[in-house]
Structures are given as structure tokens and as C-alpha cells.
């Protein structure tokens, strides 16, 4: 069965420190993956999207990397910031006319100042 | 800050009670969608819409209905509510050639 899987365990890092955050999926062919971050009681608020065929994007200090091979992606913050606490979600959607979205459990991070 | 918008936001109700929990949007998004989501868990697709008088269900059954006749409204009920309904719903909005989805704050449900 198609499976998200993103770090089990909650993050916590030293602020100004680069956060990585894992989501690998297996049984899934995405044609896009997108990582959302979600405050407590909040709707999730997209962040990046990235194509099957771009193998990095870059938004401020965001970067994401997709890997169609190692079926993953990684998420990265660099600078890291105590206002960057939150979870993170990663997102797959296949192609088709459906290109409905499913979620993984999400990554909380904590950046300790 | 994306204009989608749900009301109530936190809503304490017995059970066999019908609720409606509302959703709109003032973004023309022809796309939108309702998630059911418990704390620490992933978000469920329960509902979505593809534009005026279109619905369907999504990967998680659920005993709610939807309907969309307006573009930026789309409502869900529960006609009999019960505990296993508690959760936190969040509706979505896209527009149709962008995939980036647009969540409202939520609805945090709880039947007693």
C-alpha cells in the first residue's frame, strides 16, 4: 500500500543551526511533492512545491531536495530561528486528473534559542 | 494570508445532533476540500469539489455530507452527530492549475 513516512521522532536543534527534515514515500509514483508547516490549532500553510522532474528549489532560507530514486525528499532551514518551531508536513500528489494530495504525519521541530 | 474562512471555530456539541460547519472562500478557487485530522496524526481527504454541483468522497469514509452550490461556499453536515466524530476539520481551497492548497484556521469538533 502507498505509504508517507517523515521523521518519527519530534526535531530539536540549536537556533541558527540547519534543520533537516525527512519524508520518504514507498508504493507512489508523485508527479509533485509540496511541504506545508502547521501551528498548533492552525490550518497547514503551504510552503514549497517541488516537480518529479526539479531536483532542488530554494525559497529564502528553505531548500528542498527530491530524489525520484531514493523515493525522498529532504527539507532544509538554515539560520534556524525559535519562530521557525512548528510541524512540518510533507504532501504527494500523482498525476492525473484526480492530483488530490496525501499528507504525511508531519515533523515537529523545536529550535531552542 | 489566504482568504479562506470557517465557522465555528471550536463547537462543544451532544450527540444526535445535526451540525453544519461552515466554509468559504473569496478567492474563486474552483477546487476544494475537506480534511479530518486528529492531534499528531495525518490529515484525511473526507470531501471534495471540483466546482459548482460537483462532489465526491474522499480516501477516508465518513458519514458527513457536502454540497457546493456556490463557487465560494461548501458546507459540511453531520445529521446525527456522534463521539467518533470529534476531531478537528479543515477545509482547502486550490485554484484548478495550481496545486498548492489554501487551508482555513479549522473547526475544532467535540460530540458529548
Known amino acids: 500500500s502507498q505509504k508517507i513516512e517523515q521523521n518519527s521522532e519530534a526535531l530539536n536543534i540549536q537556533e541558527g543551526k540547519t534543520a533537516t527534515l525527512t519524508c520518504n514515500y514507498t508504493n507512489y509514483s508523485p508527479a509533485y511533492l509540496q511541504w506545508y508547516r502547521q501551528d498548533p490549532g492552525r490550518g497547514p500553510v503551504f510552503l514549497l512545491l517541488i516537480r518529479e522532474n526539479e531536483k532542488e528549489k530554494r525559497k529564502e532560507r528553505l531548500k528542498v531536495t527530491f530524489d525520484t530514486t531514493l523515493k525522498q525528499s529532504l527539507f532544509h532551514i538554515t539560520a534556524s530561528q525559535p519562530a521557525d518551531s512548528a510541524t512540518y508536513l510533507c504532501a504527494l500528489a500523482s498525476s492525473g486528473s484526480a492530483r488530490q494530495l496525501t499528507f504525511g504525519s508531519g515533523t515537529q521541530l523545536t529550535v531552542l534559542p | 494570508e489566504a482568504d479562506i474562512y470557517q465557522t465555528p471555530r471550536y463547537l462543544v456539541i451532544g450527540t444526535g445532533k445535526k451540525i453544519t460547519l461552515e466554509c468559504s472562500q473569496t478567492m474563486g478557487h474552483d477546487k476544494m476540500y475537506w480534511y479530518q485530522q486528529d492531534p499528531g496524526m495525518e490529515l484525511h481527504l473526507i470531501h471534495y469539489s471540483y466546482g459548482v454541483n460537483s462532489t465526491e468522497k474522499g480516501d477516508l469514509s465518513s458519514e458527513s455530507t457536502v454540497s457546493r452550490i456556490r463557487t465560494e461556499h461548501f458546507p459540511l453536515t453531520l445529521e446525527s452527530a456522534r463521539p467518533s466524530h470529534t476531531s478537528q476539520y479543515l477545509c482547502?481551497?486550490?485554484?484548478?492549475?495550481?496545486?498548492?492548497?489554501?487551508f482555513g484556521p479549522g473547526t475544532r469538533l467535540t460530540v458529548t
Open positions: 482547502a481551497s486550490s485554484q484548478t492549475a495550481h496545486y498548492e492548497q489554501y
